[in-house]
């Protein structure tokens, strides 16, 4: 449904994307990963038809985006900025999450139910004014008004950065809630332990380039990959990697928790 | 050097005390990492340190705050700003000029650096900070990371003996933010200036930090070494901090009775500990 064909991409003299293609069903949670500047935002942008790519094709439900009109498109694909202040603009929540519906639906008792079902799904009051959120709130306030219009994809620029750790948790559940309902989900993250819980696929950018693309635990043991790439890999994946043999495998506490329990008793066993 | 005694300030418009009743002295040459959720009084209790509080903000202020003895309350923040560098969260208002150099020059001038050190300091807090490829670049065109240490190398060229960051690496993905933590140890471990940091990842602050601060709600919650606050990890759990996954492995180990250490902080720890469990 998400198609790229040997996309390049360049604002200016300098290449900023080089030769990337890759393509992604329906349904699938896929995380975009790399350094600072490595081309991801750019990516995203180019994936939701804000940027038109400078040699080859973007297709999105066999739609090329560089023949399609924005607003089409707008339909099918919801964007969040790296950014929640770029998105918000209104005086109260429930405006802010009207905005999108109202450009995309007519039937008044449509707009006014789903907005409803929005305010009770994040715990907002409709009257509450955006700009004495916090960043945490604010952020799920952009989430919300994108979640309204129920698009078929959503893209997400780093959408937990600058939060405490319950407020992501937040975030993320309402994304994989969003995912397992079918919904596409493609984002990018500097947090690898949230890509390992939540995300099934990992492509890795590195100047521009797509170095790697596949299932998140075989990326995750790349080496070459992660070092070029500049990733520090989740902290029990470093682990298993010093442990050597016996741990392939194993990313999580409790698979870790698991595996040593059975190795110590094992040793027990030997020494009885 | 820094000591706060009974300090209690709520914002004008505030509902509640965004500081209440915070007692805390901070040592010279201390690494001293502050931590908690959103809301809880880090970007405040920074405020109060470097003369915001109650210089630029009004509300209702009690107790003190004394660096080396003088009471901020009775000294301006550009004196306060001789002795404590600040590096503020929101990076784009604190960047004043349109080139790179300009803006360590400007600081520079303001307090009257003779011109004669003038080169010597830009081109070094330049090279501290590993950004004098930069120097000539027009600040609209960095990311918000190359901002955050040109934010740096700008304070860093005034010689504070203290350093203020609030959550310095927001913008910098693992790699970048480790490195700017490793410039943070030089300058603590070599140049003996003591850093205070806010920083939501405590992955970080447990490798780099002496100490760390936890708040909640406007109060200190835990303040210790690393390791004291670390082993207080349900605690932190409560809050809704999380701990680094080596010590939540250190404590399942612990809670199935194979492990009876001291809880584990690092990645170093974390393989010694599995293999005194493992090995013959
Ligand atoms: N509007 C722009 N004009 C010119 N160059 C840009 C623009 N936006 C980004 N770039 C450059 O493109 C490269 C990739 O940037 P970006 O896609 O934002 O990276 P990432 O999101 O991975 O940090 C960087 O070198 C950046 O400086
Ligand atoms: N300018 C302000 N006016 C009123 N209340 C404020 C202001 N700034 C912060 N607060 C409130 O003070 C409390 C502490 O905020 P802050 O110090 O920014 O926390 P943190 O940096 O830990 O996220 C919060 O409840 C916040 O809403
Ligand atoms: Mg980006
Ligand atoms: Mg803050």
Known sequence: MIRLQNVCFNYDRDRT????????????????????????STLCRLLNGLLKPSSGSVEINGLDTGHTKSSVLARQIGFLFQNPDRQICRNTVAEEILFGLELLYKDREFIAERLEKVLSM?????????????????????????????????????????????????????????????????????????VLDYAERVLVLSGGKLIADGETRSVFCMNDVLEQASLIPPQMASLAGRLGSGFEDVFTVEEMTELILEKSNEKRRVEV | MIKISNLTFRYKDGRKNALDNINLSINKGDFLGITGTSGAGKTSLTYAINGVIPHHYNGDYYGSVRI??????????????????????????????????????????????????????????????????????????????????????????????????????????????????????????????????????????????????????????????????????????????????????????????????S????????????????DD
């Open chain 2, 263 to 278: 809880v584990c902080i690092n990645v170093e720890e974390a393989e010694k500990m599995v293999r005194s469990i493992i």
């Open chain 1, 17 to 40: 994307l080089t030769d990337i293609s890759f393509h992604i069903n329906k349904g699938e949670f896929a995380a975009i990963i790399g350094a600072n500047g490595a081309g991801k």
């Open chain 2, 68 to 261: 080396e003895g003088e009471d901020t309350f009775d000294t301006s923040p550009s004196a306060l700003s001789l002795k404590i560098g600040s590096v503020f969260q929101d990076i784009d208002t604190q960047l004043v000029s349109s080139v790179v150099e300009d803006e360590i020059l400007y600081g520079l001038e303001n307090f009257s650096v003779p011109a004669v050190e003038i080169e010597q300091r830009i081109s070094s807090a330049l090279e501290a900070v590993g950004i004098s490829s930069l120097r000539y670049r027009s600040i609209e065109s960095l990311s918000g990371g190359q901002k955050q240490k040109v934010a740096l190398a700008a304070i860093l060229a005034l010689r504070p003996k203290i350093l203020l960051l609030d959550e310095p690496t927001s913008e910098l993905d693992p790699e970048s933010s480790v490195q700017f933590y490793r410039i943070l140890r030089e300058l603590n471990e070599n140049h003996g200036i003591t850093i205070i940091v806010v920083e939501q990842k405590i992955m970080l602050l447990s490798e780099f930090a002496k100490n760390i601060l936890v708040m909640d709600t406007g109060k200190i919650v835990i303040n210790g070494s690393v390791r004291e606050v670390i082993d207080r990890s349900s605690l932190l759990e409560e809050i809704g901090i999380n701990c680094p996954r080596v010590t939540s492995l250190s404590n399942r180990l612990k809670e199935e009775g194979v492990y009876t250490g």
């Open chain 1, 122 to 194: 994040f715990g907002f009051s409709a009257e509450d004014n955006p700009f004495n959120l916090s960043r945490g709130e604010r952020q799920r306030l952009a989430l919300a008004s994108l979640i309204a219009v129920e698009p078929e994809i959503l893209i997400l620029d780093e959408p937990t950065t600058g939060l405490d750790y319950k407020e992501c948790i937040e975030i993320m559940e309402i994304v994989r809630e969003m995912n397992k309902k079918g919904t596409t989900v493609i984002m990018v993250c500097h947090d690898m332990e949230v």
